[in-house]
């Protein structure tokens, strides 16, 4: 019996652990893109190609095209994969699109690769919702402090009724630049948040661990037509 019991203990941790490993390497790319004045009606319809085609692709755990709010030719590409090779497949696979879309743009693609920090797997409603997302500079001395801060910053977060999601992502090559996707339900529970007492704290101990300004910017799902 008891050999028994520990077979099935065995299997059941077996069958965990593939699960463990590929949520650890997970892969997530922020890629910022700046539509020209004169290319929105050419480039909305191939940035919602790319939505719709790469959300089809093996390996992908999330694929948001936002509109960036009160500057609508500003757009974000927010990319969660199970792991870096299928990310590099997408991005082989989506070279062609590249080429297509460059000529409506006024800049390259600013494209910035992840690992997760903090991470939860989305599965809110999201219409209507707005989408902050945050580039945190930690000064190098304060990396670990910084951190630590923009965790417990979640997790007093989560307690409140307007968040649907808060994940923290690490980028790789500069472990000191962290970016925060929150999604809030709309722009009053956003506010809420900013005022509150633990925001406030985190805010003002973040100061001394910062190299640059807090950069937040709202986002919203993009517009369909």
Do not use: C
């Not at 203990?9 to 539509?35: F, I, K, N, T």
């Not at 070279?95 to 797997?121: F, M, S, T």
């Not at 956003?190 to 406030?200: G, K, S, V, W």
Request: net charge positive.
């Amino acid at each position: 019996m008891i050999l028994r019991i520990l077979a099935i203990a065995m299997s059941v941790m077996a069958g965990l652990l593939p699960a463990r490993a590929q949520d650890a390497g997970a892969a997530y790319v922020v890629s910022y893109v700046e539509v020209a004045p004169w290319a929105q009606h050419a480039a909305l319809p191939l940035l919602r190609k790319l939505r719709e085609t790469s959300r089809k692709e093996p390996g992908t755990a999330g694929f948001e095209v936002l509109q960036r709010i009160g500057q609508p030719l500003h757009f974000i590409i927010l990319e969660s994969w199970k792991d870096a090779k299928a990310q590099a497949a997408h991005a082989a696979a989506t070279a062609a699109w590249r080429d297509e879309i460059k000529p409506n743009l006024i800049a390259p693609i600013d494209e910035r690769a992840y690992g997760g920090y903090a991470v939860d797997p989305s599965n809110a409603v999201t219409t209507g919702a707005v989408y902050a997302v945050t580039h945190v500079d930690l000064i190098g001395a304060k990396k670990d402090e910084g951190l630590a801060a923009l965790k417990q910053l979640k997790l007093d977060s989560m307690k409140e009724t307007g968040l649907l999601l808060f994940n923290i992502w690490q980028q790789n090559s500069r472990p000191n630049h962290v970016t925060l996707i929150e999604i809030w339900r709309g722009i009053a529970a956003l506010e809420r948040h900013e005022i509150a007492d633990h925001t406030r704290k985190f805010r003002e101990a973040l100061l001394p661990m910062s190299g640059s300004l807090y950069d937040q910017r709202l986002y919203q799902a993009m517009k369909e037509k």
